[in-house]
Every structure is written in C-alpha cells, then in structure tokens.
C-alpha cells in the first residue's frame, strides 16, 4: 500500500514570497491533516479535512496560510506572504476516519521550509 | 485546552538498561499514540492505545495506558542503539466525550518529545 506523498521535500525560499505544497493521502482515507513542525517540537495541528470540507483550521494563521482539498482527495498547503517563523518541516497525515477504530494517522515524509 | 507533556526530553541511556518515558496529557480521553521520529524523517506509527489498561508490546518497546490517571508510558526494555529516535505521545481531543462517538475524526494533540539516544 502505497503511503501518504508529499512534495516537494525541500522548499528555501526569501520572506514575503509565496509557497505551495502537495499532498496525495493513503487512498481510501478520508481524514487529511496538515501539521507544521518546528525544530525540536512535537507536530501542531494546522488544519483536518473530513473529505472534502474543514473540521478544525482553529490554528490556522489564516491571514497567510490556506489549504483545500479538492474532490476529497490530494490537498495543498499555501502560504503568502511567508515569514521567518514559518520556517519548519509542514507534515500531511492521512487517516480512514469516521468511527471509533479508524482513527490512527499515518504521516507523509514532509516538506521542510526555509525562509530566508 | 488539552495539554500532552511528556518526559523527560532528553534520554541518554546505556544499551542494555531499562528505562520509562511518561506521557501525561490534561483532560479525559481514552485514545493514545507513540510515534518514532528518526532524524530527517517523517513520524512512523507504534503503538495505538483505545482503552483504560491497555497494554501493547513490540520487540523491546511497551507501552501502556492509564486513563484514569490520564497517564501513557512507553518502557524500554534492554535499549539497544537502534532505538535512538525522538518518541511522540499523541492524544486523541475528540474521544473525550460519549456526544463524539462516532463522530467526526478526532484531533491529534503531541507532546513535545523525548530524544533518546543509546550509548554502547
């Protein structure tokens, strides 16, 4: 079974510019989850997706970050304009979702940002 | 707010010793995950735990849940150098309540991390 892919791995790019990322879940999986994960953190929430539509974008600094999943499946991730705190490794998970026993996430490789 | 603390953060250990990282989290779930993070690499899945007492082993890894005293440990046993990573609790925010059963799919809220390095 093929995993969750994320591109591109690497991404420096100046302030003020702009950034996208991608991300392909586990298919059949309808809980998508962008994190963002700063050096030497635990992974923080940015925003889930039940199929197609947001449960939770509560973390989301949406005055630059946002994010859609289209047609329930691939999704990205984009920010502008970047700052340099948003410098860190940006994590896609995937779960089957819904019910009680389809709740674990399995995690993509992540994209990590500088911003210089 | 639900919280995930975890320690110690930092673990340096002698193969061959045993040794307890806890994870204590804020308020009542009953749904709890161990990831291992290898430098450079994504976060791979441990251990699931779904209920008060439960207890999974994997190879010289065990972890545990105490719901009660919302309180998750992950015991190494005889550490090896293979084990060096840096170890996740993740807690479940949706399962807390019986409105959110079968709702939708739960948030996962991590702990900061232990790294654990094992010396020969």
């Known amino acids: 079974e093929a995993g969750v892919a994320q591109s591109p791995r690497y991404k420096i790019i100046e302030k003020r510019q702009s950034v996208a990322f991608w991300c392909n879940p586990i298919s059949g999986h309808a809980t998508l989850y962008w994190y963002q994960q700063i050096l030497g953190q635990g992974p923080k929430l940015l925003i889930q997706?039940?199929?197609?539509?947001?449960?939770?974008d509560s973390q989301l600094p949406k005055d630059r970050f946002s994010a859609e999943r289209l047609k329930g499946v691939d999704s990205t991730l984009k920010i502008q304009p970047a700052k340099l705190e948003d410098s860190a490794v940006y994590l896609c998970a995937s779960s089957l979702g819904g019910g009680r026993s389809n709740t674990e996430a399995f995690f993509g490789q992540g994209t990590r940002l500088t911003v210089v | 707010e639900l919280k995930v603390e975890q320690n110690p953060l930092f673990l340096s250990m002698q193969e061959g010793k045993n040794y307890t990282i806890y994870c204590n989290y804020s308020t009542t779930s009953d749904r709890l995950y161990w990831y291992r993070q290898d430098p450079g690499k994504s976060l791979e899945s441990l251990f699931v735990l779904l209920s008060n007492g439960a207890v999974k082993q994997e190879g010289r890894l065990m972890a545990s849940l105490d719901t009660k005293a919302r309180l998750s440990t992950l015991h190494i046993t005889a550490a090896v150098h293979d084990l060096s990573a840096t170890y996740f609790c993740?807690?479940?925010?949706?399962?807390?309540?019986?409105?959110?059963?079968?709702?939708?799919?739960?948030?996962?809220?991590f702990g900061k991390g232990t790294k654990l390095s094992v010396k020969p």
């Open positions: 997706f039940q199929n197609n539509g947001v449960v939770d």
């Open positions: 993740a807690v479940d925010s949706r399962w807390s309540a019986p409105s959110n059963y079968g709702g939708s799919q739960g948030n996962l809220i």
